[in-house]
């Protein structure tokens, strides 16, 4: 969440770059979040005075009872017992007005950086580069991911709804090897960038939730285990960047780097259309996941070398791609800046989101209470970043429909050694 003195020392800029995300009358709102801290700092400014006056009569008390003058002691006394229910009234209007300003914050997004565009949707995102030629399918060999799953027998929607319901595929024979070998291919790809393997757990606590800003944000995209007060991950990001709630870091210790692969679970309330056919948009899905925890000052070359890691993986694997700067109003709550990476569904004809790497800057670590000591021995808010590197569902999709031919689809060369064969027969 934002921090209330950026807030104060840079209101104008605040106000200005919320607007950027399409938030309305952001000073006001901005403004009742310094009204709450003045309120906040009041209350406690007169509990410290009355509580100073506590302490000044208890002297007076002792001094009155070693003179021997009981009855004065005890008429001031009775001012003690005064001073004691104040105190108790703003101990409690402090705890109120705290959980206000807190809940206050919760609901507002990141700032956005200087560079994110202004826009109301993915449309108005900034194309910022493309990469790798578009292939061109003969109408002969043109069929979508989903009828080539159905072909190949290797993923079974169907037997998803029997089992589940919809949106939960089964992965089977060389679909499944297929997905096996994408998870390994990120992960040692991920390891030889410098990121250490985590295996973290799929259910998280309501506390990490709240930590990395999926709640009270993204609380209905969720699944909720209600009895036990757990939701299923959305992404490896929560449970990675958790590890770390709580800490106090040493500067040489930056940057931290992990990467996880984990199920990710994702309710997508509301999502229908020929969008989300197939593969494009699932309730379960297979990810692999990098995050970084860095210093401040190195945090935007670091979201540029994360950025390439993912690039990277898409040139190994053949795929043409772009990168977007997100605008906006498509940016995500959490996020300061975000590139997301797209490759191009031949078949389908359009571009499929796989990757978003984001830098958070401090509104996560604020959240998380994660900081390191600088070389001047203070503690200070990391920045947090993080990408897919890379989802799956739809990197399968692509790698399906556009290497598609009259002998079979032809497997990236990158993936071959994990595979065991070169192409789907």
Request: charged share 25%; glycine share 6%; aromatic share 8%.
């Amino acid at each position: 969440m934002l921090q209330v003195n950026e807030i104060r020392a840079n209101f104008a800029h605040a106000c200005e770059r919320l607007s950027a995300r399409n938030i309305e009358n952001p000073e006001e709102l901005l403004g009742n979040v310094l009204k709450l801290e003045d309120l906040r700092k009041q209350i406690q400014l007169d509990r410290d005075n009355l509580q100073a006056e506590s302490n000044t009569i208890s002297k007076q008390i002792g001094q009155l009872m070693k003179a021997g003058n009981k009855a004065e002691a005890n008429k001031i006394k009775e001012r003690t017992s005064e001073i004691k229910q104040q105190v108790k009234t703003l101990e409690d209007r402090y705890s109120q007005t705290e959980k206000e300003l807190t809940q206050l914050l919760y609901t507002i997004p990141n700032i956005p950086h200087a560079s994110v565009p202004a826009g109301n949707s993915e449309t108005d995102n900034e194309v910022v580069l493309e990469n790798g030629t578009i292939p061109i399918l003969e109408d002969s060999n043109k069929s979508p991911h989903w009828d080539l799953i159905k072909k190949y027998d290797i993923v079974d929607f169907e037997l998803g709804v029997k089992i589940t319901g919809a949106g939960f595929p089964v992965y089977k024979g060389k679909g499944a090897k297929l997905q096996r070998a994408l998870v390994n291919f990120f992960l040692d790809e991920a390891e030889k960038a410098g990121y250490a393997e985590v295996q973290p757990p799929i259910l998280i606590n309501e506390e990490s939730g709240y930590a990395t800003g999926q709640l009270p944000d993204k609380e209905g995209q969720m699944y909720f285990a209600q009895e036990d007060g757990l939701y299923l991950i959305p992404t490896a990001e929560v449970p990675i960047t958790n590890m770390y709630r709580g800490s106090i870091l040493q500067e040489e210790e930056l940057p931290i780097k992990n990467t996880g692969y984990t199920p990710c679970f994702r309710r997508e309330a509301g999502s229908w259309g020929a969008h989300v056919r197939g593969l494009n948009r699932l309730h379960q899905f297979d990810k692999v996941e990098i995050v970084q925890i860095t210093h401040p000052d190195n945090s935007y070359k670091t979201l540029d070398e994360m950025s390439l890691h993912v690039q990277g993986l898409l040139q190994k694997l053949e795929l043409p791609y772009r990168v977007l700067r997100l605008c906006g109003g498509d940016l995500g709550f959490t996020s300061a800046l975000t590139f997301d990476m797209e490759v191009f569904s031949a078949a389908q004809e359009r571009w499929l989101e796989v990757s978003s790497v984001s830098n958070f800057e401090t509104y996560q670590s604020n959240r998380l209470k994660l900081r390191f000591k600088n070389q001047d021995k203070k503690s200070v808010l990391a920045h947090t970043l993080n990408g897919s590197a890379l989802a799956l569902p739809r990197i399968m999709a692509a790698i399906l429909e556009n290497n598609q031919g009259e002998e079979g689809i032809k497997m990236p060369k990158a993936l071959v050694p994990y595979l065991g064969f070169d192409i789907l027969k």
